[in-house]
């Protein structure tokens, strides 16, 4: 019976050793998990106030216009600036509009395009400013197959 006793001891030893060893894996497991999740220990942090200042440009120069150019989207300062402005840069840059030259029917065609299919709300009364704005400043320009160079400083080859 002393050697029944001593194998159900030692079984129940080795039950213990396995729920130890299963308790850790799943404590390993979560803390992987964990770190994998957030790698900064954020939720052991304590909560420190982190001011962060962002320079916020003054009312005037938000709209500042130099040299005929608006400076926080480039476009040239005409009439019809502001519409456009508030219009087509709430989607995308103002270079994807300065770098498409096109005339008045593509400008539309664009629009349209706009429209239906990147969710462009009705423009009203603002499309024709938009457009003459974009046909007087923005037209389309011949260049060949390229641009000629302008500005070139050539050096001369060695022999």
Same mark, same amino acid.
């Given at each position: 019976? @002393? ?47 982190? @001011? @962060?200042?962002?320079?916020?440009? /003054? ?7 130099? +040299? ?18 508030? &219009?087509?840069? +709430?989607?995308?840059? /103002? ?55 302008? &500005? ?8």
């Amino acid at each position: 019976m @002393e050697e029944h006793d001593k194998f159900k001891s030692q079984i129940k030893s080795i039950y213990r050793l396995l729920a130890t060893l299963m308790v850790l894996f799943g404590i390993t497991a979560l803390a992987i998990v964990y770190l994998v999740s957030d790698p900064t220990l954020s939720f052991f942090k304590k909560d420190t106030a982190v @001011e @962060e200042y962002t320079e916020v440009p /003054a009312e005037d120069d938000f709209d500042k216009i130099e +040299n005929g150019i608006h400076l926080r989207t480039g476009f040239k300062d005409a009439e019809g600036l502001m519409t456009v402005v508030n &219009n087509c840069t +709430n989607c995308h840059s /103002a270079q994807l509009v300065i770098q498409n030259r096109m005339n008045e029917e593509r400008w539309k065609a664009t629009i349209r395009w706009m429209q239906e299919t990147q969710n462009l709300w009705d423009l009203g009364k603002n499309e024709e400013i938009i457009v003459n704005y974009l046909v007087t400043n923005y037209p389309p320009q011949k260049k060949g197959r390229r641009e000629i160079l302008q &500005n070139i400083s050539w050096y001369e080859l060695k022999d």
